[in-house]
């Protein structure tokens, strides 16, 4: 009974994870199998997890509950199937049409400006230059270009639709309008603030942590760490913010809703950034309306969201890591040992995604990421409270954003000391990737608390299913 009892809890306590994994298996099928089998492997994965996860059907609400989640991952299927099936829009030619330059990141050796036009596209646009600051106000014309054919393993189209740009843009005839509000100009104004009144690290720093901004240095750097997750925007950070916004204004749920998606929205609303929100949002309303909070479901009820959104996000490196690692931290054991080994089994877990888009993962990040992520809590949690009093001209801060400098400086030396002593790295291979996905098994049986035989089978069968879905 008591075995019986354990297995309903993926139904009870965490129904969103088995449609979850049913899009996820759908959409990792598609390019092999292509349109309509998305639709049968979301409905027949539901199913088989439900099967593999319970012994009795004559509990009361078992079979509506099972015939819910069919028709929720039906509909799931088929709204991700509508979208991935819509053939690329041809070569246009755009006429005076009115747009703002949302972002502009370095590629390669040139630069990249995504630009929303008034009409509700999002183009790509290539320079030589940084030519035009985000929040400039444009008017312009151009011909649209379709991204080209995979190759080399990278696919312009699924990087960029997974960030809703719908094509590449050659820009003619450009026009500088007059300045309008607008969230990446408030992004670039405080990106400046940052850089002039920050000490030089600090500004790094929060650049990243507030507007999600990572400079080459400080991105290369971390990777050669193993920490890089610490400058990506995502739970770590949006927990931060909440902390902060629930000591000044209480446990007011909208207020903090309100500071969230502000945040989000301001660091350019990144996958992590969004599964994040979704998460927390998740609490925030679950609060409001009394009932409890299970932060399985939440996460994936968020990766779920974010895939009928926005299905191009699967392939999306960041969307991948930030679920995958959620999920592991939110399955914890609620023991203090697993304090101490949870940044390994996080590392194990993700290692396989990582490895195959980065090539190799440093070790040192294994030992670095038992403290960095309390240290780094701490440390953007002063230099946030310092940097907004500078900003206000709060007498002394200048005092205090040094000394917060220092705090900085001393991390990566430490980090740099432990890369010499440790300077291996792990490459991926098959064994790795079977161990990933057995540990992510192994992990999500034990949090729900499956006797030892039904985590052996579902770890082993799991794992190999998983490993033949990915390859």
């Known amino acids: 009974l008591t075995d019986i009892n354990s297995v309903m809890e993926i139904l009870r306590r965490s129904p969103m994870l088995t449609v979850l994994a049913s899009l996820i298996a759908g959409l990792a099928l598609w390019d092999k199998s292509g349109r309509g089998i998305l639709l049968l492997v979301g409905v027949l994965l539901f199913y088989t997890a439900v099967n593999l996860c319970s012994y009795s059907w004559d509990m009361p609400g078992r079979w509506q509950t099972f015939t819910v989640g069919i028709m929720i991952a039906l509909l799931c299927s088929w709204r991700v199937n509508a979208v991935l099936s819509v053939p690329p829009a041809p070569n246009t030619t755009l006429t005076d049409i009115t747009g703002t330059v949302s972002s502009l990141r370095t590629w390669g050796r040139i ?16 320079m030589q230059f940084a030519e035009m600051m985000e929040g400039t106000r444009i008017q312009f014309s151009g011909i649209t270009q379709k991204f080209r054919d995979p190759s080399g393993g990278f696919d312009e189209a699924k990087f960029w639709n997974a960030r809703g740009v719908t094509s590449w843009l050659n820009l003619r005839d450009v026009r500088e309008l007059p300045e309008k509000f607008s969230l990446a100009l408030m992004r670039y104004k405080l990106s400046r603030s940052l850089a002039i009144y ?148 996080v590392f194990i877990v993700t290692f396989p995604q990582t490895a195959y888009t980065f090539r190799n993962v440093p070790t040192v990040g294994i030992a ?55 300077p291996m790295s792990l490459s991926w291979n098959y064994f790795t990737a079977w161990t990933g996905a057995g540990v992510f098994m192994l992990w999500t049986c034990r949090y729900f608390g499956f006797s030892y035989g039904r985590t052996l089978a579902i770890t082993i069968a799991g794992s190999l299913a998983a490993f033949m879905i990915f390859l």
């Open 198 to 345: 920050m000490p030089t690290l600090t500004g790094e720093y929060l650049r990243a942590a507030w507007l999600g901004d990572r400079s080459d240095d400080l991105n290369k750097k971390h990777r050669q760490w193993g920490t890089s997750h610490l400058l990506a925007v995502s739970g770590f950070h949006v927990g931060i913010v909440i902390v902060i916004a629930g000591y000044i204004f209480g446990g007011n749920a909208l207020i903090l809703s309100l500071i969230l998606w502000t945040y989000i929205l301001l660091t350019g609303a990144a996958p992590s950034a969004m599964r994040a929100g979704l998460m927390f949002q998740a609490g925030l309303t679950a609060k409001m309306l009394g009932r409890p909070v299970n932060g399985v479901n939440s996460i994936s009820l968020a990766g779920v969201l974010l895939l009928l959104w926005r299905p191009f996000l699967f392939w999306d490196i960041g969307f991948r890591l930030s679920v995958l690692s959620a999920l592991t931290i939110a399955m914890m054991p609620r023991r203090k040992i697993t304090w101490l080994i949870l940044s390994t089994v």
């Open 111 to 126: 630069y990249v400006a995504t630009i929303d036009t008034d009409n509700g596209k999002r183009y790509a646009v290539k």
């Open 368 to 422: 670095l990421n038992i403290t960095a992520p309390y240290y780094f809590f701490i440390a953007f949690t002063a230099a946030s409270c310092a940097a907004v009093l500078r900003l206000i001209h709060f007498p002394l801060m200048s005092y205090i954003l040094l000394a917060v400098e220092g705090g900085f400086m001393l991390w990566e030396k430490q980090a740099e000391i432990g890369a010499s002593f440790i």
